[in-house]
């Protein structure tokens, strides 16, 4: 069992800078591929990034590449989402998910989800 928290969510302005983080509890973290989806109001939730066990692979969607990067900490059971650039469509809740398995599969569905924490981007 893996439980998720997200935290550092806020209010940054447009061409602002924006890190948010997930902390993890149970023994196997580093089992596991992480990722982060957001879903703004209205509409569904989307992928952002993900990143291997090891955090030696990633991906992103592409509205974030190049803005956005993924880490993690395995000594520190933490992932961070460290957002550059922001734009005001990048205002939505940030949720952070795991899959047990060494690197993130789409088709193979989330196995955990955090509660989320909201980043708003102001114009």
């Known amino acids: 069992q893996v439980q998720l928290v997200e935290s550092g969510g806020g209010l940054v302005q447009a061409g602002g800078s924006l890190s948010v983080s997930c902390a993890a509890s149970?023994?196997?973290?580093?089992?596991?591929?992480m990722a982060w989806f957001r879903q703004a109001s209205g509409k569904e939730r989307e992928f952002v990034a993900a990143?291997?066990?090891?955090?030696?692979?990633?991906s992103y969607a592409d509205s974030v590449k190049g803005r956005f990067t993924i880490s993690r900490d395995n000594a520190k059971n933490t992932v961070y989402l460290q957002m550059n650039s922001l734009k005001p469509e990048d205002t939505a809740v940030y949720y952070c998910?795991?899959?047990?398995?060494?690197?993130?599969?789409?088709?193979?569905?989330?196995?955990?989800w955090g509660k989320g924490t909201l980043v708003t981007v102001s114009s």
């Open positions: 149970g023994r196997f973290f580093s089992r596991y591929a």
């Open positions: 990143l291997s066990w090891s955090g030696g692979s990633t």
């Open positions: 998910a795991a899959q047990a398995r060494n690197f993130w599969s789409a088709p193979s569905g989330v196995d955990y």
